[in-house]
Nanobody, 121 residues
């Protein structure tokens, strides 16, 4: 599986961005979004289980971010609304076959290259 993340950019606080993660090869994997700010560890943001229905969110983004999948396009999206300065980070998508432990970096063997999201205050 190869993953290609895109959609990052510079946005003012309160604005929105939509990240995309296109998968080549096998599909219908569990997919997660993680982020890493300078000097911090990579942290969980959101995940979509391989059934394409069950979703999970970090408390810090719940109610503001939405993860979804378009099977026809082999693409998982992360819609980010009401962005805050503290959302600034490099965002990574990840995928794997498992159906549990979706919030853990160690659960994923396939990673995209990352896309920078910068929120100005």
């Amino acid at each position: 599986v190869q993953l290609q993340a895109s959609g990052g950019g510079l946005v003012q606080a309160g604005g929105s961005l939509r990240l995309s993660c296109v998968a080549s090869g096998r599909t219908f994997y569990s997919t997660g979004w993680f982020r890493q700010a300078p000097g911090k560890e990579r942290e969980f943001v959101a995940a979509l289980a391989r059934n394409g229905v069950s979703t999970y969110y970090a408390n810090s983004v719940k109610g503001r971010f939405t993860i979804s999948r378009d099977n026809a396009k082999n693409t998982v999206y992360l819609q980010m609304n009401s962005l805050k300065f503290e959302d600034t980070a490099v965002y990574y998508c990840a995928a794997d076959q498992m159906g549990y432990g979706l919030a853990y970096v160690s659960s994923y063997n396939y990673w995209g290259q990352g896309t920078q999201v910068t929120v100005s205050s």
